[in-house]
């Protein structure tokens, strides 16, 4: 039997359903340097890799940056609350109590911690990696380096959870062991192309794995 030494979630797609903060807030940035914005539904999947890299190819390299900050304008004061947790993540988290528990996301870290504390679960992680608002750590790989590092966990015995590609390469380019979710924003096609050793259905089959052992 298996037991991991960290379990290492990634927030958007996997603990939260962050589709209309992320989107309009897109929409909102592209409206707001003239270009058309596509529907919301046309956009998912600009959830879940870096920001920036979304938007270069949204609106191109020299707009891009500006195209960050509007976005951010309209999140950090609306977009971070049009949120809402997938069905039992609270019980998830709870059931998990035992195991040091990680957050790692490409968001900046300081929008990532205040919707842990608006969704009242923060007090269940030892702490949360993010991405800096320069832009620095966005990349999936660099990310769980820096988290492992300071975690002070070992790879071959720490999990890493996501619902996108980046969560899963990020992981095996780190050593860790990669577990997708598929009730979030990647398909099942792309968590194994990426090379996840394990794709649930739900929060409650991702539990119950952990709890068991692989």
């Given at each position: 039997?298996?037991?991991?030494?960290?379990?290492?979630?990634d927030?958007?797609?996997?603990?939260?359903?962050?589709?209309?903060g992320?989107?309009?807030?897109?929409?909102?940035?592209?409206?707001?340097?003239?270009r058309?914005?596509p529907?919301?539904d046309?956009?998912?999947?600009?959830?879940?890799?870096?920001?920036?890299?979304?938007?270069?190819?949204?609106?191109?390299?020299?707009?891009?940056?500006?195209?960050?900050?509007?976005?951010?304008?309209?999140?950090?004061?609306?977009?971070?609350?049009?949120?809402?947790?997938?069905?039992?993540?609270p019980?998830?988290?709870?059931?998990?109590?035992?195991?040091?528990?990680?957050?790692?996301?490409?968001?900046?870290?300081?929008?990532?911690?205040?919707?842990?504390?608006?969704?009242?679960?923060?007090?269940?992680f030892?702490?949360?990696?993010?991405?800096?608002?320069?832009?620095?750590?966005?990349?999936?790989?660099?990310?769980?380096a820096?988290?492992?590092?300071?975690?002070?966990t070992?790879?071959?015995?720490?999990?890493?959870?996501?619902?996108?590609?980046?969560?899963?390469?990020?992981?095996?380019?780190?050593?860790m062991?990669?577990?997708?979710?598929?009730?979030?924003?990647?398909?099942?096609?792309?968590?194994?192309?990426?090379?996840?050793t394990?794709i649930?259905?739900?929060?409650?089959?991702?539990?119950?794995?952990?709890?068991?052992?692989?």
């Open positions: 039997m298996f037991e991991a030494e960290a379990v290492y979630f927030l958007d797609g996997t603990l939260t359903d962050p589709k209309p992320i989107t309009r807030s897109i929409r909102y940035a592209m409206e707001r340097i003239g058309e914005a529907h919301e046309i956009l998912t999947w600009c959830i879940g890799p870096p920001l920036r890299a979304s938007f270069v190819t949204l609106v191109g390299e020299a707009d891009a940056d500006q195209a960050v900050k509007l976005y951010r304008e309209r999140f950090a004061e609306t977009g971070l609350y049009e949120n809402a947790l997938y069905p039992n993540i019980e998830l988290l709870a059931s998990l109590s035992g195991s040091p528990l990680y957050l790692a996301t490409s968001k900046p870290q300081i929008f990532a911690e205040r919707i842990l504390e608006h969704f009242e679960i923060g007090h269940h030892k702490a949360v990696f993010g991405s800096e608002l320069d832009g620095q750590r966005a990349d999936k790989t660099e990310l769980l820096h988290a492992l590092s300071n975690a002070g070992s790879p071959s015995r720490s999990i890493m959870i996501g619902d996108r590609e980046h969560d899963i390469r990020g992981a095996r380019a780190n050593d062991m990669a577990w997708g979710v598929s009730y979030g924003y990647g398909s099942e096609t792309e968590l194994r192309k990426a090379g996840a394990r649930f259905g739900s929060p409650g089959e991702v539990g119950a794995a952990l709890r068991q052992g692989l």
